[in-house]
């Protein structure tokens, strides 16, 4: 026997005993309801206080014997207790086949392996303690005495007539109240098969069903009727069909609204019955829901990077389908690519049920992730609705490796031009780095900390170099001090062993750190004054290309900065050379901050501007000629159209009808109260519970069934329904009230005196 086998047959053995008690109590609670009725009705207490007295003494043995076996709180825990307490075989150890083998010991699952195989050996033999049989005999026994009781009553002709008059009484309360001719009417709403609720038989005429249910109408008339059909909504006329004896209409209905019957009788006069409403319970969508698990979540790339994904999935009828839309995105920019994936939950492996906790592990490796990819994905359900199910979707949740192995570039701001090679460093990591030499000096090897100095030195040439770049420096010669010519020429004279016999690494642009100009040696760097070019082209006119001094990104006091900052980098790097990097630090800070003050500079901003007049002239200033002064107003009318003209015009004739004297229905206001029904129509669809009333109430005024003493009440009723179907007006401009001072007031009252 497996462990999935074990706990099932707990489960069974838990149903089966509460099931077991449960009957126990439900016997003896109908054993003492039986007695409690047939006592005091056999001494002439009314029928309805013995059944309150019955009902309410069977739902208290009920509840006290449920309470009293602790089935309420019945579980497969109390069965397991019970088992360790009766059967020395399970080694009071049965209650490890409840728990996962995850979270017990080595011990444990040995032992669960024994318990397993004798729980296996004793589950046909056991037999849970119950007392249904004398449950069974007490019911009997109660049966036997109350029919007793009533059989050698000396009333019982009186008390059969007295229930057949309660009997009569409580079937016409129960009874709706049918259109007039109208025989008898039986409805039987069919619920969709995928909903699994049971079929209904009414006879009252408003109707509550679930969405798509079909409603089969059987209506039996006093008399011959012509043309019978029933109006949906005001619109559909569906005639009924006649089938033996009765008239019939089956109709599968999927939103809600209002009906009623219409037929002409044998005298050609044409009838229709109160509006009844039809209220149909939506289908509503699955709702999903993701726990334990952030939108966006950065995982460190493992040896076996996971994610786990709990989702709890719920619909009111029932669950079809469920499964995960994964998507790994790889690469960057112009060269990412997508990959979109169909995960199904593994526990549990079918979805169905109306709510179920499922589970999925995501291995980002089997889903080909490696670091630098990302993972989108959300959960889409569907439930059991058909023909097209509905459909739900959480949102997309974001889940990335971590790539260590990319090192994000620092750009200064306000450069816009990005040449840097991938292992540029910037003035602050080289400043950080300085830092973390000086304090691991003690720690490391002298060869060590002056490889290092002397790297940070490269470090800030290539940085100085790429900064010179912006001044239209290309090469070295054009930072930092200059040597003497004459000293060069003599330089030259002699052999250079460092380049015949050794490696030189601080070369002019070494590895290429720094972009090639092309075609720099194409253009003259600078011509003598009086000079002309090859082309016979003044010196003046020349636009040279490659000047030093002309060929900037920035102004001249942000050039200054810039040039005052490669300066000290030179001195930065000249001590880092000399392996020195505490007599560096200070001159890398004034290069920062230097830079940060470029960055700064370097920056535009837009000006706000003003409203600039125009000039006045001044030989018409002070004259007060306005001939020229046009009105820039527009005239138009604020007047919105009126909606709802019937519904307004039939308040007006009901407040009108309700101040006179007499409160007769003549045929005008009949007319306007039709009118008003048909607008009133549309809203009942949507809402009938507010308005189904009411469209009745017109109905019966323009029909004449309504006394005179009735039509006052429902007038009132009418319109205080119109008034709810009128919208609020909305906020005009023209329409708003001024407030006026006293005087105005004072100077209005004057007025309406005279």
């Not at 076996?69 to 150890?93: A, C, G, K, M, V």
């Not at 025989?183 to 798509?212: C, D, H, V």
Request: proline share 5%; net charge negative.
């Amino acid at each position: 026997m497996s462990d999935t086998q074990a706990r099932y047959h707990l489960h069974q053995l838990t149903r089966k005993y509460k099931a077991i008690r449960m009957s126990e109590a439900f016997l003896l609670a109908l054993a003492l309801a039986s007695v409690s009725f047939v006592i005091p009705y056999s001494f002439q207490v009314p029928m309805t206080g013995s059944i309150i007295l019955a009902l309410t003494g069977g739902i208290l043995l009920f509840l006290y014997r449920c309470q009293q076996l602790h089935l309420f709180q019945l579980d497969e825990h109390n069965i397991t207790r019970y088992l360790n307490q009766h059967f020395s075989t399970l080694q009071n150890s049965s209650d490890l086949l409840l728990k996962d083998d995850d979270g017990l010991s080595t011990l444990q699952r040995l032992q669960k392996i024994k318990t397993t195989t004798a729980f296996e050996a004793l589950y046909p033999a056991i037999r849970l303690p119950h007392r249904l049989q004398h449950a069974i005999g007490i019911f009997i026994i109660s049966i036997a005495a109350s029919v007793a009781l009533t059989s050698f009553a000396p009333f019982v002709s009186h008390t059969s007539e007295r229930t057949t008059q309660a009997g009569s009484s409580s079937t016409t309360a129960a009874t709706p109240d049918a259109p007039a001719q109208v025989k008898g009417t039986q409805i039987t709403i069919t619920p969709p098969s995928y909903t699994k609720l049971k079929t209904q038989t009414t006879r009252a005429w408003s109707l509550t069903f679930a969405e798509g249910s079909t409603i089969n109408w059987q209506i039996e008339f006093t008399a011959d009727v012509k043309n019978p059909a029933l109006i949906f909504s005001g619109k559909q006329n569906i005639p009924l069909k006649s089938e033996r004896g009765s008239y019939t209409l089956k109709r599968t209905i999927n939103e809600p609204g209002f009906y009623q019957l219409a037929w002409t009788t044998a005298q050609g006069e044409t009838k229709h019955s109160d509006f009844y409403k039809l209220e149909v319970i939506k289908d509503m969508a699955p709702v999903v829901t993701i726990n334990r698990l952030n939108q966006f979540t950065e995982l460190e790339f493992t040896s076996r990077p996971t994610v786990d994904v709990y989702a709890t999935l719920a619909d009111d009828y029932g669950l079809d389908n469920a499964h995960i839309i994964a998507t790994v995105s790889k690469g960057s920019g112009e060269s990412v690519k997508f990959r979109e994936d169909k995960l199904f939950f593994e526990k549990p492996s079918t979805i169905s049920g109306k709510h179920i906790d499922a589970t999925r592990r995501l291995d980002l490796l089997k889903l080909g992730m490696e670091p630098g990819d990302e993972l989108y994905f959300y959960v889409v359900a569907f439930d059991t609705k058909r023909p097209l199910p509905n459909r739900t979707r959480t949102e997309t949740y974001f889940i990335s490796l971590r790539d260590t192995t990319q090192q994000e570039t620092v750009v200064d701001d306000g450069l816009g031009v990005d040449l840097m090679p991938d292992y540029f460093r910037s003035q602050r990591q080289i400043i950080i780095d300085s830092e973390k030499l000086l304090k691991e000096k003690k720690q490391i090897s002298k060869e060590t900390f002056q490889s290092k100095s002397n790297e940070l030195g490269y470090d800030q040439k290539v940085l100085r170099l790429r900064y010179g770049e912006f001044l239209g420096e290309e090469f070295e010669s054009g930072i930092g001090p200059q040597e003497n010519p004459a000293e060069e020429d003599h330089d030259q004279e002699e052999e250079d062993i460092a380049k015949k016999y050794g490696h030189v690494h601080d070369t002019e642009n070494e590895h290429n750190l720094v972009q090639e100009k092309k075609g720099g040696h194409e253009h003259q760097h600078a011509a003598k004054e009086g000079e002309t070019d090859k082309n016979g082209i003044p010196a003046g006119f020349v636009h040279e290309h490659d000047s030093e001094e002309e060929a900037t990104f920035f102004t001249q006091s942000i050039r200054a900065k810039l040039k005052a900052a490669l300066t000290i980098m030179w001195d930065a790097e000249l001590h880092l050379r000399l392996y020195e990097p505490e007599k560096s630090l200070p001159f890398q800070y004034k290069a920062l901050k230097l830079l940060k003050e470029i960055s700064q500079d370097s920056r535009i901003y837009v000006h706000r501007t003003g409203f600039d007049p125009p000039p006045i002239k001044e030989e018409k200033r002070m004259t007060g000629d306005l001939s020229e002064v046009k009105n820039a107003t527009a005239k138009g009318s604020l007047a919105a159209k009126e909606n709802y003209p019937a519904i307004r015009s039939a308040l007006q004739a009901i407040a009108w009808t309700m101040a006179s004297d007499h409160t007769a229905i003549d045929k005008a206001l009949q007319k306007k109260l039709s009118l008003a029904g048909q607008e009133l129509g549309p809203l009942a669809i949507a809402q009938p519970g507010l308005y189904l009333k009411s469209l009745s109430l017109i109905r019966a005024l323009t029909e004449n069934e309504l006394k005179p003493e009735e039509q006052r009440a429902a007038l009132e009723e009418i319109q205080t329904s119109l008034w709810r179907a009128l919208p609020l007006a909305p906020t005009s401009p023209s329409s708003a009230t001024q407030k006026l001072h006293a005087l105005d007031h004072a100077f209005i009252k004057n007025l309406e005196r005279q």
